[in-house]
Every structure is written in C-alpha cells, then in structure tokens.
C-alpha cells in the first residue's frame, strides 16, 4: 500500500486538524424565520474559534427537498435559499479564513433527488439514451442482489419502478435518491464539473459522502469497486489540477466510506483521498467503554498501527446519522453486541444498522466518559472530528423522524428556544432540547463559558493544550502494555516531544503498571498541570479513577508556552 510521504503529509494544513461538524440549518438562525442559516453560522465563527477547531465541515447546503437532511440535492451549484446564498458563502468562507478556521462542505457523488432536471429529464428520455443513462435502469429488480439495502427501516430493495420510464431505477440509499450512473463519462464529468465550482468558490476541502457506492457490478457488494477507485483517483488529480491552476493549497479530500480499516485504506492511497473516517474504530471506543475493558480495542489499534495510515484518518465519535455498527461487515459481530448490551439506554433507539442517540443520553449524562472518549480522540494519531453540542453534552430528542432526534437546534444561551432563533416556536425547524437534565436553559454555551468546570471548557482547554502538542498532531504512535484491562495506553512521540497518554475507560478507580524503562530516569510531568510524577521506570504506576485519563510529558522539554492550562488558553489569546 503507497503512502503519502511524511513531507507531503506535514504540507497540509489539515494533519491532525480538529473538525467541526455542524448542520447549518440547525447551528444558529440569522434572520430569524426559525431556520439556521449561514449567516447565523457566521455570526457564530468566533465560537468556534474560541473552543479551539480548525476547520467547519457542513452537512450539505445546496438547494434540496430536504427528504434526507440535503443529501438529496436538486441543483449543485446553488445554495439551499433557507440557508442564503452563493454571496453569503462566500462572506462566510471570507470570515472563517479571517479567523484560521478552514470550510468544508458535503460532495454528495453517489446520488442526485428524484426531482433534480437529470433524473427528470432522464425519466422522459428514450431507454439507451444519454439522458437516461445519467441514472442506473433494468427491466426487472434483480440485479445487484448482494449489495445490502442500506436504510432497511425505509427500503425493502435497492430498486423502484419508475412508471414514467417503465423501469426500475437503482438506489443505494432512500427510494428518491436515485444513483447516478458512473459508467457514462457524461456523469463523471458533469461531477468533476461540480467539483471545480467549489474550489473556485474557495471551500478549502470536501467530506465526499457514501463514495463506495460509484459504481455497480454483479456478483459483488458494490461497493469500493477497482471502477470507483479510478474515479476517485480521476477525482484528486482534477481537484490538484484546479488548485494549481489558481494557486492554492490543495482541498482535503476526505472519504465516508463505512467499511472496514482494510477496505476503507485504498481511498487514503497516494494519488487518491487524503483521509477517510475511521469508523471501526469509533464502533471499538463505544465498545470499550461500553464494557470499560479495552483488549478489544488495543488489538485493533495494534493492527491499525501496523497499516501505517498515519495521521490520514479523521476520527468521529459521533456524526448526523446513527451511530453506524453494521451487520458484522464494519467490525466483528461480538463489537456490536457489547456496544448493544453496554448501552441499555440505546434500547428501542435502533435505526438501519446503528444507534440512533446521541452521545450523551448514551452515557447517560456522565461527562466522565465523554472526556474520557475524547481524551483519547484528542491524542490518537488523525484528525479528532467533534460533532455539534457534544462539547455540551446536549441531548437528544426520540421520537423525531429519521435521524432529526440527533438534528435538534444548538443551544446558545438560556433565553428562548436556546437562543437558536427568535422565531415562534411553531416555526423552528425542529424543536429544542427540553428533557429534564438536557433543558437548553441551563445545558448551553453561555451557561457552560460561565462555569470553570463545564464540560464545554474542559474541551477548549483541552484542544488549547493539544495546539501545544506537536507529538499530538503529527507524532508517532506506539502502544504500550499496561496491567489494567480497563486502562489503554500509549506513546505519541515525534521530534519535539514524547508524550504518554492513559485513559481508563472503566467506571471504576485503576492503578496500572507502565513499563517506561525505554525512558529509565527522565522526568514525567502531567502536561496541563505540570506536575511532576516519579521519574520513568519500569515499574512505573499510575492511578486514574473513574473515566480519568492524562496527558505527560516524558523528558525535560516544555510545551509550546507554559504548562499551565489558563495560560495556554491566554497565550493563545483567543476570546469571545
Ligand atoms: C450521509 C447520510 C445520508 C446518506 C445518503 C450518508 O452517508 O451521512 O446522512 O442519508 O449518506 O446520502
């Protein structure tokens, strides 16, 4: 497997960048009808830059139905009027970029809406024409019958009639997300085309949605096909070429594909994606702390490591849709039991093949394990992405459509509706949190900014000291033993610094062992505090209590500036 080279990796400003990922529609409402937009987005970039990211990743924002969120577009060169327009996005990307922070932004590849003028026209069109083989038609519903039916709470088949076309049409996803067919070069450009538009337009990288699915072949699961690859690999060099020709950094280009570390690896290739999200890997944390025993999870780490991805993959804990665990394809069906028995408040909460909660009604409101989960995310080799409110610990909302229980409005402050929006409540776009221990009068930024103990300043402090932290974003990674089962540890090391991270995933206290003989006699410091442990031995032992996890620095060099947590959110000089 090629590798990108660590000179060419350390080029890119996106090497252990935090992500953001938010629902425009739902972050922050400008104009007051009750709907998030990108002005409210904008207004609201300083936050985000307080708590300490770097790059804002959008769920898509072109104009849509709104039958899946925006991942079933009408027009890929527009934005969704609800949310303004070209010019409002580009006033938004113009005040990221004045404040460091980078804009993605969703590529929907896979699939249009049934009401975009492609799958229109192509409906009309004559059976063999070009037109209609923008989409993918057969007489009969059979074929593809080893590609699984992704959304099985909504479709019982990957085909549906078409009456108009007197055919059946392909689609991966929801019945009105027709697949765009990847076999006529007529698609393939008129996608490159779409590509071009955006960087033009300045957005700095793109989350490429569902990208296994390109293309189809019989007696296959469709999906990652060699066909898809050499799309793909057609894909960065147009995006490479593009920016060359305008004189910027290249995009990120960074791939959704749910599979398996082996397979999701060949989108990360040399001359193909630059990362992919590792979402084995998030389904072995919830196993984990789901059973607070981390063997499962080491073995899998060892093995990742081996793999050399590098910091390539990005890390999500949580996202928009459900907590993804598959039918035994993603991770091994014993993963997906534990995180079944583990969570009993996921009970009744099942949607397609994952969990439909979000992060913190899974813990059940403990914030212990939440910082747990992303001490660990923070300071694994890749790119930590944090979605929406999980830095509040915000709740979530059952009974909503789909997967709208994880959508709800970010909470602001404690006036009206959180502060999302002034509108009357029968306008919003979905309702505001209100559960007892989740209100958003209380559970909101300007509560949380208030209390030097919230969970909310408890990760701004810890993305603040990470900045501080080369080793973090872009050292090497290396395991090491520890004689507790609920304790995993390791080493991130790189030229500047070797930092040792543990964190007990148990909800119980734990002394461990660490054998540190390869450091015999150097000094070991917690990094936030700077407090000095015992020098490094090979008996050397921590204790952690419930959920704790720390950072330490081994060997006599400083971080950045001090090692003290306010000052290094003071030496960042960052206030809102
Ligand atoms: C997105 C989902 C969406 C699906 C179809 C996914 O992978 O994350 O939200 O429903 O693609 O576009």
Redesign the pocket.
């Known amino acids: 497997m090629p590798t990108n080279s660590a000179a060419e990796l350390a080029s890119h400003w996106w090497e252990g960048s935090v992500i953001y990922e938010l629902i425009p529609r739902c972050f922050a409402d400008g104009n007051g009808d009750g709907i998030g937009d990108l002005d409210g987005l904008k207004q609201r970039l300083d936050y985000l830059h307080w708590l300490g990211v770097d790059a804002v990743w959008m769920t898509p924002i072109c104009d849509s139905p709104l039958r ?2 925006g ?1 079933d577009i009408t027009d890929y060169k527009s934005v969704h009027p609800d949310l303004g327009d070209l010019q409002a996005l580009d006033t938004l990307i113009r005040h990221a970029h004045e404040l460091g922070l980078k804009v993605l932004f969703d590529l ?1 590849l ?2 249009t809406s049934d009401m975009h003028l492609w799958f229109q026209r192509a409906r009309w069109a004559e059976r063999g024409s070009p037109e209609r083989n923008f989409y993918v038609w057969r007489d009969d519903d059979k074929s593809y019958s080893e590609a699984p039916v992704l959304f099985r709470h909504f479709e019982d088949s990957n085909w549906q009639w078409d009456p108009v076309a007197g055919q059946y049409y392909l689609h991966r ?1 929801l019945r009105h ?1 027709p697949d765009l067919n990847y076999d006529n070069p007529q698609v393939q450009e008129a996608m490159l085309d779409v590509l071009d538009f955006w960087i033009d337009r300045g957005i700095d990288g793109f989350r490429l ?2 990208i296994p699915f390109l293309f189809e072949r019989e007696g296959t699961r469709c999906e990652g096909l060699p066909e898809t690859h050499a799309f793909l690999r057609r894909l960065r060099s147009r995006a490479k070429e593009r920016c060359e020709q305008l004189g910027r950094e290249e995009v990120l280009l960074l791939a ?1 594909a749910i599979q398996p570390v082996h397979e999701a690896m060949p989108y990360v290739a040399d001359d193909e994606l630059h990362s992919a999200f590792n979402f084995a890997l998030t389904a072995h944390l919830f196993a984990a702390v789901a059973h607070g025993e981390v063997s499962a999870l080491q073995t899998f780490l060892s093995e990742f490591r081996q793999l050399n991805a590098g910091c390539r993959w990005a890390l999500p804990l949580r ?3 459900e907590l993804w665990l598959g039918d035994g394809h993603l991770v091994p069906e014993e993963i997906v039991d534990r995180v079944r028995e583990g969570f009993p408040n996921a009970e009744g909460h099942w949607l397609n093949w994952g969990i439909n909660r979000r992060l913190s009604p899974l813990l059940n409101g403990d914030p212990r394990p939440n910082k747990a989960l992303h001490a660990l995310l923070y300071s694994l080799p890749g790119m930590p992405c944090i979605y929406y409110g999980d830095e509040l610990g915000m709740g979530d909302y059952p009974g909503l459509r789909d ?1 709208d229980a994880n959508r709800t409005p970010m909470a602001w402050t404690s006036e009206r509706n959180g502060g999302f929006s002034k509108a009357p409540d029968p306008l919003l776009v979905l309702p505001p949190i209100t559960r007892p221990g989740y209100n958003c009068q209380m559970m909101n930024v300007a509560v949380q900014k208030s209390l030097q103990g919230s969970l909310l300043n408890w990760h701004r402090h810890t993305l603040l000291s990470r900045r501080l932290l080369p080793a973090l974003r872009h050292g090497d990674f290396q395991l090491l033993e520890n004689s507790h089962p609920g304790v995993i540890s390791y080493i991130r090391q790189s030229e500047e610094m070797t930092i040792l991270v543990a964190v007990n995933l148990s909800g119980n206290p734990a002394s461990t062992r660490l054998d540190l003989s390869a450091w015999q006699g150097q000094q070991v410091r917690e990094v936030l505090g700077g407090c000095p442990f015992p020098v490094a031995s090979e008996h050397w032992f921590a204790y952690l209590s419930a959920y704790d996890y720390c950072w330490w620095l081994i060997g006599d060099v400083e971080p950045e500036s001090s090692s003290n947590s306010d000052a290094i959110a003071d030496s960042l000089a960052v206030s809102c």
Do not use: P
């Open positions: 899946d969120g991942y929907v896979n699939h996803f997300q949605d569902a959704e996202n928009h849709d997967r």
